[in-house]
């Protein structure tokens, strides 16, 4: 067998997205960065190009391991993970699955701002339990179609759940660099403050990493109210996750959804039990046509960077 080109850094690959990076060129998996070190130095000498996913952090001492290194082929939209500054300051290319993601992103929100309002967990339990049937009506829950929804991060899954929920008839506000050619809509610049003032759901959508960290503030939570209610599919990081909890237990919302946490799959207790929370295990993405999707588009950045062709979506 040739000398791998191939890093395969993450376990999180499932054993289809794994024979399909396999299948771009000789692969070598070190998924730690202690195994990374470990690798013989020939082999490191080799690696033109990483095939990551999930959050293991990806910086510059680790692209240092690989000198030879080309491109960083992440599977995922969000890479907030990788250093790209680090990747730039060293020539190294990075790519990321936009796109292919944005509907069942954009579903999940939806399923999970239905799920909320028409307290269908709870629902499902009153029936599966007897409830119902000993004569005890769920209690009447709340209604989501013409509400008010402000999405924070008007981007391509921004539109993907605003155009939804304006088929729900809601109203629909937004936070963006630059004003969409979306008559009637609500652009509210980049002041979440201003949005969450103006919104029954604030829905964040932003891309995650540095420039957004707390970007939904004990403000914007304040500025929401006690009907308010916040839906997280971007990621943990993009809510203060401290504010959000003592809002929460303050009643100062009404509730959260969240499928994005800070230190995922650690969820923090304190939201575990609130039962004003519906808990999602980032799982946004995670159908069997997208991941598919997914994993076909990192391969063909990686095909395309080792055939010497242009990366079709290149981050930096
Ligand atoms: O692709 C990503 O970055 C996701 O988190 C999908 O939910």
């Known amino acids: 067998m040739s000398d791998p080109v ?111 309002s028409r307290d269908i967990i709870r629902g499902d339990a009153w029936v599966r339990e007897g409830t119902w049937a000993s004569g005890r009506e769920l209690p009447l829950n709340r209604k989501m179609s013409g509400a008010r929804a402000g999405i924070a991060g008007m981007g391509r899954i921004g539109r993907a759940i605003a155009d939804r929920l304006a088929a729900f008839g809601m109203e629909i506000h937004y936070t963006s660099r630059s004003e969409k050619q979306t008559p009637g809509w609500h652009w509210h610049g980049n002041d979440v403050v201003s949005l969450a003032g103006a919104v029954d759901w604030l829905v964040v959508a932003v891309v995650g990493g540095e420039e957004t960290r707390g970007y939904v503030s004990k403000e914007a939570l304040a500025a929401l109210g006690s009907d308010g209610v916040v839906v997280n599919i971007a990621r943990g990081s993009c809510i203060d996750e401290e504010a959000l909890i003592a809002a929460l237990e303050a009643r100062e919302i009404a509730g959260a959804a969240l499928d994005v946490f800070y230190n995922e799959p650690h969820v923090d207790a304190r939201l575990v039990a609130l039962d004003t929370v519906l808990l999602q295990p980032h799982q946004a993405s995670a159908t069997v046509e997208t991941r598919r999707d997914m994993s076909v588009l990192q391969c063909d950045n990686l095909a395309a960077h080792l055939a010497g062709r242009a990366l079709l979506t290149p981050v930096n």
């Open 6 to 116: 191939i890093l395969l850094s993450s376990d999180a690959f499932t054993d289809d997205e794994r024979a399909r990076v396999m299948a771009q060129g000789p692969t070598v998996a070190a998924v730690t960065p202690e195994a990374r070190q470990a690798l013989p130095e020939a082999v490191r000498q080799g690696i033109r190009a990483v095939a990551n996913k999930a959050h293991m952090p990806f910086d510059g001492p680790q692209m240092d391991l690989f000198p030879n290194l080309e491109l960083i082929a992440h599977f995922g939209v969000g890479y907030d993970a990788i250093d790209v500054a680090a990747a730039s300051a060293r020539g190294i290319r990075v790519t990321n699955t936009p796109d292919v993601l944005n509907e069942d992103v954009a579903d999940l929100a939806v399923a999970m701002m239905l799920a909320f």
